[in-house]
Nanobody, 120 residues
């Protein structure tokens, strides 16, 4: 069984930065990623990283501002978010997948979510 625990959310002013962490316990060698859901909107893909950490993927809306990384020795994934905008406000979820190159909406493992609020 895999458990994912996010941390690092909070309130920040526009233009500021936050770093999210996702600690995984249980099975290793998972692809991992971040999704987010704003009030009244559907959950959307933000960024993902392969199990090796060699390849990353980003949504167009966060390219150049967010950086995903992982430390496999610590079973932890990170999302460094810079130049935050009010439209980045959402609950951010960590996801992991045993089989796919990167997680998708139908992946098996999800964290509980962490709130990120960006004030204007």
């Amino acid at each position: 069984q895999v458990q994912l625990v996010e941390s690092g959310g909070g309130l920040v002013q526009a233009g500021g930065s936050l770093r999210l962490s996702c600690a995984a316990s249980g099975r290793t060698f998972l692809s991992m990623g971040w999704f987010r859901q704003a009030p009244g909107k559907e959950r959307e893909f933000v960024a993902a990283i392969t199990s090796s950490g060699f390849t990353t993927y980003y949504a167009d809306s966060v390219k150049g501002r967010f950086t995903i990384s992982r430390d496999n020795a610590k079973n932890t994934m990170y999302l460094q978010m810079n130049s935050l905008k009010p439209e980045d406000t959402a609950v951010y979820y960590c996801a992991a997948d045993r089989w796919r190159r990167i997680p998708t909406m139908t992946s098996d493992y999800w964290g509980q979510g962490t709130q990120v609020t960006v004030s204007s």
